[in-house]
């Protein structure tokens, strides 16, 4: 048991970050503590992937050293981490990126228009503006 | 010149969104034609598309000349064609819409809504028109991002909503992500049509299973397929009027768009039946979906809030329709999103223009709309007909289809939950209607004024332009749905049903 948690340690942490992010999102009634909720989740997916990369036996990053044409020693790919999940995560990194950035400047908005970031506060308050309202 | 089309595309209005603050800084007054002309030339681009793929098949486009399956393919069969149409024609219709709509409704903030606005229609363009499941991520990104935007200018309480959109719609995108990534390791690729290729000997690997389900998960909330439904009626119906006409007929459809490719060209409908039976599990949901939305859409007293829900119940049958996996049942989700296109996209237009002129859509505020607003309400009802299913319009032949389907599967509960939920969807339409032609605020017969004199009072031209195209889309693809499946869904029927 214990020998197939370690083998596979990567899978375990990123799952574990993951349900801490899902449950921040879920359980936190402050909007910020949600949005931090939604940054972890989105964080474990991107370490899931970077780990992904690593094969046994790989040393070297792949920055190909001699490679102007002629002359080129012949590259053996096992030797190489694999690139692409990387490459893939730096777009998904801009991705999360910008999607807080949206997400910080509609809390701006909710600040301003409620004085308040918890969402108990605001439901009560716009419960309280309907029946102003009626 | 035209092998170019399908970068084009994308670059053109990724490109004016970045021009338009410059555009928007000179003149504020310039976005709205700027708009306009951007979006035109996207929908030139996708019906030469469409007619280059009916006359001589599909397109394969290799992205900076980097040969697929290791760079990223951009391959463009009948549906994608028909999918950019569709977006390329619900984009300039609302961008046709947004002039007199934007300078009411987000007065000085016109220049970043266009901008947003060119980012929406080049992230939805962008996932149709990709075969790279990653690639489709981002741009699902890119289209969602700009949607949070947009709505978040609605009206007062527009944040909160678009919050919890935020947290739901990268919940669903990250979920997506997450199969990917499964599929990756499993298979070491990314490009659609190669993991095709690749994924049949795995299909009983665990791994691919998981993958599997996260991904239709992850596209069922993006979908907004019950129960994952809960974040849309709010979110859309505080979104500006503009916002919400496209966005409505667009952002469910799309994810229905991605929900074929997964189960039919991604996977084979054999996987689902052999392995874990996500179909059946689908299709109940999907019954469900329609008869839960059809029933809240009735508890509604207002107008655009009900068509959100509306929205919800549509959603089901573009789901039943996938997940009945024969081919009326495929004819008929395919239908199912060109009738949903045109239907809200004409309803939602309709429904900002009487908020437009109203200032609100309470349906007791609707009475002698019809005096007041002929032609809105001649699309609108047009529009609702579609959602009933009453021919000539299209609705009629997605639901003759779909019945068709469930017929073909045997399964009887499903047409009884189909037949029930076309009678709700008769309610709450013709409630409207009713509402808006025949209730008389005081009923005062021994008067002469008993009904009073109204006068026309339409909405600029700018703006009932696009509802009565829409309208008269509506009829077109009906009239012309045997031409559509003959020359669009037959070519792209997938084998083995």
């Known amino acids: 048991m214990l020998e197939f948690i370690i083998s596979k340690y990567n899978f375990w942490l990123y799952v574990i970050l993951m349900m801490i992010g899902l449950y921040a999102m879920l359980a936190k009634r402050n909007l910020v503590k949600k949005l931090i909720g939604m940054n972890i989740f989105q964080t474990a997916i991107i370490l899931f992937y970077v780990s992904i990369g690593v094969k046994k036996g790989s040393v070297h990053v792949p920055i190909i050293v001699d490679s102007h044409g002629h002359g080129a020693q012949l590259i053996h790919a096992a030797d190489y981490l694999n690139p692409l999940p990387h490459v893939l995560m730096l777009t998904a990194i801009v991705v999360s990126i910008a999607t807080t950035g949206v997400a910080l400047a509609v809390l701006i908005l909710i600040y301003r228009r409620y004085q308040t970031l918890n969402e108990d506060e605001i439901i009560h308050i716009r419960q309280a503006r309907q029946k102003a309202g009626v | ?497």
Not at chain 2, 49 to 55: A, G, P
């Open chain 2, 1 to 497: 010149m035209a092998q170019q089309f399908p970068a084009l595309i994308i670059v053109i209005p990724l490109l004016a969104a970045l021009l338009t603050a410059p555009i928007g800084a000179i003149n504020r007054r310039l976005c709205y034609p700027w708009l306009v002309f951007i979006i035109g030339v996207t929908l030139v681009l996708a019906l030469g598309l469409m007619i280059q793929i009916i006359n001589s098949g599909p397109i394969s486009y290799a992205m900076g000349g980097w040969k697929p399956p290791w760079g990223i393919e951009y391959k463009i069969d009948q549906l994608n064609a028909l999918m950019m149409v569709l977006i390329s024609g619900a984009g300039f219709l609302g961008a046709l819409y947004s002039g007199p709509s934007f300078t009411k409704e987000l007065p000085g903030r016109q220049t970043a809504a266009t901008a947003l606005y060119f980012l929406m229609i080049t992230g939805l363009l962008g996932i149709v028109v990709t075969g790279d499941l990653f690639n489709i991520f981002v741009f699902l990104e890119i289209a969602s991002l700009s949607g949070y935007g947009l709505i978040a200018c609605g009206s007062e309480d527009a944040p909160l909503a678009t919050f919890r959109y935020i947290i739901m719609g990268t919940i669903g995108a990250s979920c997506y992500l997450l199969g990917v990534g499964y599929l990756y390791i499993s298979t070491g690729s990314l490009n659609l049509a190669d993991l095709h290729h690749l994924l049949p000997p795995l299909y009983h690997s665990r791994v691919v299973l998981t993958a599997a389900a996260l991904m239709l998960v992850g596209i069922s909330l993006k979908m907004a397929l019950f129960p994952l439904h809960a974040w849309l009626p709010e979110a859309y119906f505080e979104a500006p009027s503009t916002v919400s006409g496209v966005v409505a007929p667009l952002y469910t459809k799309v994810g229905g768009y991605l929900m074929i490719r997964i189960i039919y060209n991604l996977f084979e409908p054999k996987f689902f039946i052999e392995t874990f039976p996500i179909t059946t599990i689908l299709s109940w949901t999907a019954i469900i979906a329609l008869l839960i939305g059809s029933i809240y859409a009735i508890a509604q007293k207002d107008l655009k809030k009900m068509l959100c829900y509306s929205v919800i119940a549509q959603v089901g049958y573009i789901v039943l329709g996938i997940a009945l996996a024969n081919q009326a049942g495929f004819t008929s989700a395919i239908l199912t999103i060109v009738n949903e296109v045109c239907t809200k996209s004409c309803i939602f237009l309709a429904t900002g223009a009487i908020i437009y002129r109203l200032g609100n859509s309470r349906i007791d505020n609707l009475q002698h709309l019809y005096r007041r607003m002929p032609w809105t309400m001649l699309a609108f009802t047009i529009g609702a007909f579609s959602m009933v299913g009453i021919p000539p319009t299209c609705g009629f032949f997605s639901k003759l289809y779909l019945l068709c389907g469930c017929v073909a599967a045997g399964r009887w509960a499903f047409i009884a939950a189909l037949l029930l939920s076309t009678i709700l969807n008769v309610i709450y339409f013709f409630r409207v209607i009713k509402a808006a032609c025949f209730e008389n605020p005081q009923p005062d017969y021994s008067r002469s004024e008993a009904y009073p004199l109204v006068e026309v009072d339409e909405v600029p031209l700018a703006m009932l332009l696009p509802i009565l195209l829409a309208a008269s889309a509506i009829i077109i693809t009906g009239l012309g749905s045997n031409w559509l499946v003959t020359n669009i869904i037959t070519p792209i029927l997938p084998l083995g049903f």
